[in-house]
């Protein structure tokens, strides 16, 4: 399997840049040319092939589906790397993503039962597996430099702690995030993940990571990379549980059911849109949305639109307050009929110099619905609340707030005779103000965060001074 850029086009007098191996694009980010990397097809799954994989357990379903994509480490070894991360231990239960039935036909999907309460679980314990891997493989080492508000830095972190050959550094806004968030990320003792608490705001901390990332000299003498949410690896781990999803919610495969996503980035519901693509028999992908809802007005009209600072609302659901969707461009790619030229004209020309395009005139648009299966709808803080609240007196279930924002716009889309799965994306502790908020009461917490608030911290403080965080990074990595 080779992978190319959603830029990357074959003009007269210009072949079309080589491919790249699974491996080669594991620890990038962007393309050279600012795309984003994609497999060069789908492969397609058969009924027969999925016939036999209702036998399997969660690891070995991974397993089966990462391989597809994955040609360049050995069979045996991507098994072993797939049994090791896909755990009960790690995840809670033995189907690791277990289907809620809350009435017939309507499921949630529960995606967040990992080390760190949210969905980004799924594909960063995997990805710190298959980096370790890899570095060893390779004698290098790699040190991760990010930003974080909340559920990126925490996943990345519990996902790289005590692992060989890497080391985190991650910032966050000081005070910013929930003490939740703070005690999880702060109490981890393990020498290869420095915590930064930043005085200012995530833009701070985004700028300190553009400001090191840019200087290349220093990005290649101490080996900096990121993981962020375009790395194709994470969107390939993220495949699999709309497989087990699909699977746990039919018994043969004749049988349609839809998904409605929670979304911010457009990562989660683009692993949808992959195996959709793969045959899995999807009906609709609903994309859910907070007030920030720049992917809603994208499916309803086909205006894509980034909004600015001023325009981006913090809400009560903050892992989906995004102002520019930054996997988006892998779907348009594909909406596009796979079409590089156009892709960079709308991303790297016209996003960058206007901050928006149209597709409402083009044939392509309408593509979205009718050939991709994609919908979409948005919620308000008081539609959170309402549907937190009725979740649970209809139901008994307690739901999370970006949850809430999946089966608020699930419960407007569902069509009669195909089941919709919502996929519950971050445990309601996480953000138990607002639960408190909408019930007058404290969320359930699992046993093993019983009083992590009061766990001795190890965080360092500074200033958003860029030459003061490149001579931490130094004087760690020289030590
Ligand atoms: C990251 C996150 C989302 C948004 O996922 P995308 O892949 O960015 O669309 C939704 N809910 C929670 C809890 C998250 O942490």
Redesign the pocket.
């Known amino acids: 399997m080779l992978y190319f850029s959603t830029r990357a086009t074959a003009t007269a007098g210009h072949p079309a840049p080589a491919g790249r191996r699974f491996c080669d694009i594991l620890l990038e980010g962007l393309a050279p040319d600012g795309g984003l990397y994609l497999p060069q097809s789908y492969p397609q799954i058969d009924g027969a092939t999925l016939t036999r994989w209702r036998g399997l357990d969660y690891a070995d379903l991974a397993f089966e589906i990462v391989s597809l994509y994955v040609d360049d480490i050995p069979a045996h070894d991507l098994r072993a790397l797939c049994r090791k991360t896909y755990t009960a231990a790690v995840f809670g239960t033995p189907q690791i993503t277990p289907l809620t039935r809350l009435e017939d036909g309507l499921y949630l999907l529960g995606l967040?039962n990992g080390p760190t309460l949210?969905?980004?679980d799924m594909a960063m314990q995997l990805l710190g597996n298959l980096f370790e891997y890899h570095l060893a493989r390779q004698g290098e080492e790699l040190n991760i430099f990010g930003a974080t508000s909340?559920?990126?830095g925490s996943?990345a972190e519990y996902a790289m702690r005590g692992k060989k050959g890497v080391r985190v550094f991650m910032t966050s806004p000081k005070g910013r995030m929930s003490p939740f968030q703070q005690a999880q990320m702060f109490s981890l003792m393990d020498d290869n993940i420095i915590n930064i608490a930043v005085k200012g705001v995530f833009d701070d901390c985004q700028d300190l990571v553009k400001g090191v990332s840019g200087d290349l000299d220093f990005k290649r003498r101490y080996r900096i990379g990121t993981v962020n949410?375009i790395n194709w690896a994470r969107l390939m781990a993220?495949v699999v549980y709309y497989f087990a999803g699909y699977l746990q919610t039919t018994t043969d495969n004749s049988q349609r059911v839809s998904f409605c996503?929670?979304?911010?980035?457009?990562?989660?519901?683009?692993a949808g849109h992959v195996a959709r693509m793969m045959g899995l028999p999807i009906d609709k992908l609903v994309v859910a949305t907070n007030e920030n809802d720049v992917l809603d007005e994208f499916f309803r009209t086909g205006v894509y639109r980034v909004r600015g600072t001023a325009d981006t609302h913090e809400t009560s659901?903050p892992?989906?307050d995004?102002s520019k969707?930054?996997?988006f461009e892998r779907f348009v790619f594909d909406l596009l009929g796979r079409d590089g030229t156009r892709t960079q004209a709308l991303f790297g020309d016209a996003i960058a110099s206007a901050g928006r395009f149209d597709l409402s005139g083009d044939p392509a648009f309408a593509l979205a619905a009718t050939r991709y299966g994609f919908s979409s709808g948005k919620s308000t803080h008081a539609q959170r609340l309402a549907t937190i609240r009725d979740c649970a007196a209809r139901y008994g279930v307690v739901i999370?707030t970006?949850?809430a924002d999946g089966l608020k716009v699930a419960q407007e889309q569902r069509a009669s005779g195909v089941p919709m799965v919502v996929l519950e994306?971050?445990l309601p502790i996480?953000f138990a103000a607002t639960i408190v908020e909408a019930l007058g009461r404290e969320p359930d917490r699992p046993a093993r965060f019983e009083g992590i608030e009061a766990l001795p911290k190890r965080v360092l403080h500074m200033d958003a001074d860029l030459t003061a965080m490149k001579a931490l990074i130094a004087r760690t990595c020289d030590a």
Do not use: E, L, W, Y
């Open positions: 967040s949210a969905f980004k909340g559920d990126t996943a949410s993220q996503v929670p979304s911010g980035n457009f990562g989660n519901v683009c659901s892992s989906m995004i969707a930054s996997n999370d970006h949850t994306t971050a996480k």
